[in-house]
């Protein structure tokens, strides 16, 4: 997303607006048959936020090209989007930078 992290905004509009903006470019990758991979990182949250509607999100999974693969992140997928994927993995944390005050960067976490 363009605005980086929800959080920091507090601004609901804002973010929902932000959230819009970079669904109307992952919907069209997942229209385009000529992209083999989309990756919708931390897409989850953008749901269960309710800042994307879910019904919208899961039709366009549905109805993407069919040798098209797809990997969406994050915590807390709905039932709705486990029973959609193929596969579904859940990864326990061992260690993370920000525990340490290491901040996201550029580049690597956004």
Do not use: C
């Not at 959230?19 to 048959?33: G, I, R």
């Amino acid at each position: 997303m363009p605005a980086g992290f929800t959080w920091e905004t507090q601004n609901r509009e804002s973010d929902i607006a932000s959230s819009e903006q970079a669904w109307e470019k992952a919907a069209a990758m997942l229209a385009d048959p000529s992209i083999d991979l989309v990756v919708l990182d931390e897409l989850t949250y953008l749901l269960h936020y309710e800042y994307l509607l879910e019904d919208r999100v899961l039709k366009a999974l549905m109805d993407r090209p069919e040798a098209q693969h797809l990997v969406v992140t994050g915590r807390g997928a709905s039932d709705a989007l486990i029973e959609l994927a193929d596969t579904v993995s859940e990864i326990k944390e061992v260690k993370h930078a920000f525990k340490r005050g290491i901040k996201a960067q550029k580049g690597l976490e956004f």
